[in-house]
């Protein structure tokens, strides 16, 4: 359980530090925007290192939980709900 929640906070973090420059170059927000996205980038980066495995299998893993939770930031921050399809990409990844 530790490590899911590890590889969910990984996830969170590396999704921030993109999202917030996404505002910026494309809803025209505060460049003031790239200071947060940086530091959740540092975060992420940090997060990766506390994994326990060597790098290729957390990353292996890792990129089930991400794109998982990169629809769960689709439906809760976009406001799109995920289709059939993205919910049969991620039942693929995770397997």
């Known amino acids: 359980m530790r490590t899911f929640a ?36 540092a975060i992420f980066a940090w997060l990766l290192t506390l994994h326990p495995s060597a790098a290729g299998r957390v990353y292996a893993a890792y990129g089930g939980v991400y794109i998982s939770i990169a629809l769960i ?9 995920p289709t059939a399809w993205d919910l049969a990409g991620v039942a693929f990844s995770l397997l």
């Open 73 to 81: 930031w689709l439906w809760l921050v976009d406001g799109m709900r």
């Open 6 to 41: 590890l590889y969910v906070a990984t996830a969170i973090a590396e999704i921030i530090g993109c999202y917030l420059p996404y505002l910026w170059l494309k809803q025209g927000k505060s460049v003031a925007l790239l200071i947060p996205a940086a530091l959740s980038l």
